[in-house]
């Protein structure tokens, strides 16, 4: 009898513990998106303003056969597609990229709000 409940004791604990790790490890996805949103939170998790300034992405444009790769400064995949008209929508619709200067080959583009804008090739 005993180690039945030694062991369900076992059980309640692992499930506990299991719980804890599970919240923080939450907690810490919540407050990332909130970061790439322009959400800023303190130390003690308030709220303390949004940033009205928008947040211009720095994009570089790969090719490979008839595919355009979409990453950002840190090299981390953002989408793909066949054209920049289809990388600006997908950067907007999938990862809230509404402003971003994007260099393909010598050629700089801008991406506004889903849309591009080209500038002078260089």
């Keep these: 009898m005993f180690e039945i409940l030694v ?16 919240s923080w490890n939450l907690r810490d996805i919540i407050l990332d998106a909130a970061k790439k949103q322009g959400i800023y939170i303190d130390e003690d998790d308030n709220l303390i303003e ?17 595919t355009l790769y979409l990453y950002n400064n ?16 997908l950067a907007k619709k999938y ?3 509404k402003y971003a200067a994007v260099l393909y080959g010598n050629n700089t583009y801008m991406f506004v709000d889903g849309r591009v804008k080209g500038l002078d090739e260089s």
Excluded: H, M
């Design 7 to 22: 062991i369900g004791a076992v059980f309640w604990l692992g499930y506990q513990l299991g719980c804890i790790v599970t």
């Design 50 to 66: 949004k940033d009205n300034t928008p947040n211009v992405y720095k994009l570089f444009i790969e090719r490979v056969k008839d």
């Design 74 to 89: 840190e090299e981390e995949f953002v989408c793909q597609a066949s054209t920049v008209e289809e990388l600006a929508t």
């Design 95 to 97: 990862n809230n990229i």
